[in-house]
């Protein structure tokens, strides 16, 4: 006890060392953003990778305390606007702040993000909860710090007491932090398999097996919108493990689910088999294709639905993939619109960040324009409320669900 106090007081005594900005770099911190790209640093001599530093502009002033990156493009994330000398004694009132944020705010789920890394303050770091099993991302040198790695479990363990702790590791993040490989694992606990509920409906979760995903959060709040106003034949596009057929289902007369995964197709299958005992004739359908060729081939051999859901996997990576990807979006939108019947809905979504909220509601428009249809918006959404949105930092808004009426 002697000792750790002894040891925290040294910690704290030490100030970090300070990172110099440049004019660009210091004019987007006080935009209120809180990234600095390497090509904005000044200077960072002998500042340790993952490091606690000061920020300061070019003539000296401090902007804030930010954790920084001896090798990511993004050199410098702020943490704080005031001055922070030691990381470990913000880390949990951070946790804190997460959770009670979530606590107003998250319903009907058992399942949700906790910690969504620079919109909670805690850059570099993911803590999803599925319901007794808490699956942790570490994307950053600062984070991966054995230190705040045990305040880190010790911190949750005690807030959410979780039967276990995973930590999934993407070995292109550790490769670009340069820090040395890791094996995705248990860090606390033994279990690795969950059920979780959410909006009344049950999903298996193994953090361990299955794609690096784990489920689709985010998509949490637009699968009950969509459920809203679901019905007769529904064809769920890039359906995963059934996120949105099963919340379609028990509206909807028949449903039909696509992915190109069998894997997750299997996981499907078996979340459909938690939550209904459906008579034969309306079981789900799981059908393993390429949803482009599938719904060409639908298209073309004159078949109908009630409800078309389309969630694919992001397709702008990057800012130079932009015009493929709109054109990848308005194919697919396209080729939905033609097969839905008047008074149908389409779901419509997509997950990259590169693809902006008006490019894509413009292609949806281009896509209307092409198939004759006529679309009313009822609902331009977003991601889920436990993946907030910091206005000032426009990467932490990703996600783009419309709801449209067609006719
Ligand atoms: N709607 C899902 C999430 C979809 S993620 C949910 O709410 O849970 C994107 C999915 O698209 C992944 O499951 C991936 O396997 C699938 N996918 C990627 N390319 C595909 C293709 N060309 N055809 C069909 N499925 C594809």
Redesign the pocket.
Known sequence: MLEESATSQKRAAVSPPVVKVSPRGATRLKDGHVWVYRSDIVSADGVAPGSLVTVADHRGQILGSALYSSSSQIAVRLISREPVTDFLSLLPRRIADAIAYRGNLVRDTNAYRVIFSEADFLPGLIVDRYNDVLSVQILTQAMDEKTVRDTLIADLTNRLQPEAIVERVDPRVRQLEELPPRESGLLQGEKTSTVFNMNGVQFHFDALEG?KTG??LD?RENYAAAAQYAHGDAL?V????G??ALHLAPRCSQVTG????RP?LEIADKNAALNHALPKEKEIEWIE????DLLKDYASSGRHYDTIVL???AFAKTKRDLDAALRGYKELNLRALKMLRPGGILITCSCSYHVGQADFMEMLAAAARDAHRVLRLLEVRGQAKDHPILLNVPETSYLKCVISHVS
Not at 238 to 241: A, E, G, I, K, S
Not at 289 to 292: P, R, S, Y
């Open positions: 794609q489920a689709f998509q769920d890039f359906c995963y493990q996120g949105f696509v992915d190109s995964s997750a294709a390429n949803a482009f969630d694919p996997p």
